[in-house]
């Protein structure tokens, strides 16, 4: 679909959230220069798509609607073409009002729409594309039926990295389709799915596969180097919190290394979970301090956990070990992230599942339903209690540190176990 340089990988980012300043409404290109970018100027479609991830999110249907009204060329009706077959629904409706403002019985616009009818993007995507073919000339109006012959593309490794504290993980696919090999790595977040999306194509294994080597494989993170299916549960999961600030190049990356009809899911245990999880008290909350233990970056770092600590010390030795702070950090503070804690919980528990480790997954699964039942939303609880205990004592560790190098001492270092 897309034209690539025969000899040179071709290498594109995309950020929804990145650094740069969104374009505001007076910046936008007008819309026949943009057209005329599509058509001479960007090499693939990937590349305005990447453009489109600096516009401001508000902004970018109106740049998609007047599309419509500028004259039909190839670039443009690809453009449009992709964007529906996207995530972003607010960007798809835009892109298929433009494309109907352009003439069906140009050869372009017909097999758009056209694939859009056996692509099944959504019904009424189907149906507007269906609608579409009917009512011109060309004898396609039951084609739709015959679903259209397309190189399969074939995802053969992922590469996923453990979720961090602040709920962001990192996931690579590499795949092989129509004769070109292609890499991506998502940036995911738990509560915004995908924030960030890049990746490289051409005709060379080593190129797409070093790709994502650099981005994953260098990354201080824990990474399980496996099968791409794992990769793919866990970004059909991230595709479910999809929204406006997504970047547009998402849907695209997503097609490249999994093809086309990749659906949002939940995840969910791949293994049952033990009945009822009937452990004591005391044996949850060992568990807890277990799990939290092979999570070392998963405490809060807010300015309510340092002020409840620094004010923890003036009472006990170890802000921890205060009741009443954990009672204040729960309520302001962690009852409101119990959703994030699942989502995050439920990742690891799928990664742990895939890295061989069981007893670390069945332990995430488990603590995962558990937060998902509002009866367990207290500051008693044995993971909300030990994951508050430790992130004030951890706050209060860096006050007593800078201190002491404030002092000229040297930084205090809790002993192993």
């Known amino acids: 679909?897309?034209?690539v340089p025969k000899n040179q990988n071709t290498v594109i980012v995309a950020s929804g959230t990145g650094p740069s300043p969104a374009l505001a409404v007076e910046a936008l290109p007008p819309v026949e220069a943009f057209a005329l970018l599509l058509e001479q100027v960007f090499p693939d479609v990937a590349t305005p798509l990447e453009f489109l991830g600096g516009v401001d999110p508000e902004l970018r249907g109106l740049l998609v609607e007047r599309l419509g009204l500028v004259e039909t060329g190839p670039g443009v009706v690809r453009f449009l073409h992709v964007l529906i077959r996207g995530y972003d629904p607010r960007l798809r409706l835009a892109a298929l009002g433009a494309l109907g403002k352009h003439n069906s019985e140009i050869p372009e616009v017909a097999e758009a729409w056209f694939d859009l009818a056996t692509y099944q993007v959504n019904e009424a995507t189907s149906l507007a594309a269906k609608r579409a073919i009917s009512g011109g000339s060309h004898d396609l109006a039951m084609q739709w039926r015959v679903p259209a012959l397309r190189p399969a593309v074939q995802p053969v490794r992922g590469l996923v990295t453990a979720m961090d504290?602040?709920?962001?993980?990192?996931?690579?696919?590499?795949?092989?389709g129509g004769g070109k090999w292609v890499g991506a790595v998502f940036d995911c977040d738990v509560e915004l799915g995908v924030v960030q999306v890049g990746g490289v194509e051409g005709p060379e294994r080593l190129g797409a596969l070093g790709y994502l080597e650099d981005r994953l494989l260098n990354s201080s993170r824990d990474l399980c180097d496996g099968t791409a299916g794992l990769a793919v549960e866990l970004l059909r999961a991230a595709l479910t919190q999809v929204g406006p600030s997504s970047?547009?190049?998402l849907g695209y990356w997503v097609e490249r290394v999994c093809g086309k009809g990749v659906t949002p899911a939940r995840l969910r245990s791949p293994a049952p979970l033990r009945p009822g999880g009937h452990d004591s008290p005391r044996i949850m909350a060992d568990h807890a301090v277990e799990l939290l233990d092979a999570l070392p970056g998963w405490w809060e770092d807010d300015p309510l956990t340092e002020s409840l600590a620094s004010e923890a010390v003036l009472r006990v030795a170890d802000p921890g070990d205060d009741p009443g702070a954990?009672?204040?950090l729960f309520e302001r503070r962690l009852v409101h992230r119990l959703e994030r804690y699942r989502r995050m919980l439920t990742w690891m528990g799928v990664y742990w599942y895939a890295s061989k480790e069981p007893m670390f997954s069945q332990?995430?699964?488990e603590f995962a339903a558990q937060l998902d039942d509002p009866q367990n939303a207290v500051p008693r609880h044995p993971w909300i209690a030990e994951y508050a205990r430790r992130s004030l004592r951890l706050a209060g560790e860096r006050q007593v540190n800078a201190a002491r190098v404030a002092s000229g001492l040297s930084a205090y270092k809790r002993p192993e176990g």
């Open 247 to 249: 970047p547009p190049a």
């Open 363 to 365: 332990l995430a699964f």
């Open 326 to 328: 954990i009672r204040i």
């Open 1 to 3: 679909m897309d034209s």
């Open 165 to 176: 504290g602040t709920g962001r993980a990192l996931m690579g696919l590499l795949a092989e």
